[in-house]
């Protein structure tokens, strides 16, 4: 296998760029936006990137994503494997009891009394 050494040198500049990138660009879009539209202050770059960090946080999670999403998936799909029938209707129920009927089929909703 080939050493792939030139990503040591080119990584930590494109790193740079992309957060100097994204620093302005939430820069230049707040002050052109938000100071006209609801009268708030310009802001700074470092402001900007905190702002991009603190989005980060609050609605990105710290990495994971998909393949997070797909392992815990595959988790669920072998621990309902291994159950038995028995406790696959019990899970259900206790499902039921949490969130209601959603998602079973329409001809097995009863009707409240």
Not at 50 to 77: C, E, M, T, Y
């Amino acid at each position: 296998m080939r050493k792939k050494w030139w990503i040591a040198l080119v990584a930590p500049p494109a790193l740079v760029l992309f957060v100097w990138l994204f620093g302005e660009l939430v820069m230049h879009l707040w002050n052109w936006l938000l100071p006209m539209l609801f009268g708030w202050r310009q802001i700074t770059f470092w402001q900007a990137l905190g702002l991009l960090v603190l989005s980060r946080i609050l609605f990105g999670g710290w990495g994971g994503g998909a393949n997070n999403r797909s392992r815990s998936r595959r988790k669920w799909d072998e621990r309902w494997e291994r159950m038995t029938p028995e406790e696959r209707e019990k899970f259900r129920h206790g499902m039921r009891g949490r969130c209601g009927d959603f998602g079973r089929p329409p001809g097995e909703i009863k009707e409240p009394a």
